[in-house]
Nanobody, 117 residues
């Protein structure tokens, strides 16, 4: 079965940067959508950033201008560069991919990001 493995999470000081990576066991070249979600304690999982099939990049308003999603089709990875981190960014971050010809989308196990002031 296809697997998504996130890495790069950790403890980071507010104002600093962190980069998350999602490695896919299946090619992402024809993926319909690539995305990062996050879920903070006692909150619903929310969309952080995504790349949809038409090449459109969408970001949650709370991270726009600070986070950047990118893809590397040769390495089958999806990255999330997070700059100017804030304590409210603390959450478990999940990779999500809607692969071509499959449903539903696939989720990774998540990686914890903790931002302290």
């Amino acid at each position: 079965q296809v697997q998504l493995v996130e890495s790069g999470g950790g403890l980071v000081q507010a104002g600093k940067s962190l980069t998350l990576s999602c490695s896919s066991s299946r090619s992402i070249f024809r993926a319909n959508a690539l995305a990062w979600y996050r879920q903070a304690p006692e909150k619903q999982r929310e969309l952080v950033a995504e790349i949809v099939h038409d090449g459109t990049y969408n970001y949650g308003d709370f991270v726009k201008g600070r986070f950047t999603i990118s893809r590397d089709n040769t390495k089958n990875t999806v990255s999330l560069q997070m700059d100017s981190l804030r304590p409210e960014d603390t959450a478990v971050y999940y990779c999500n991919v809607w692969f071509f010809g499959t449903a539903p989308s696939v989720w990774g196990q998540g990686t914890q990001v903790t931002v302290f002031a």
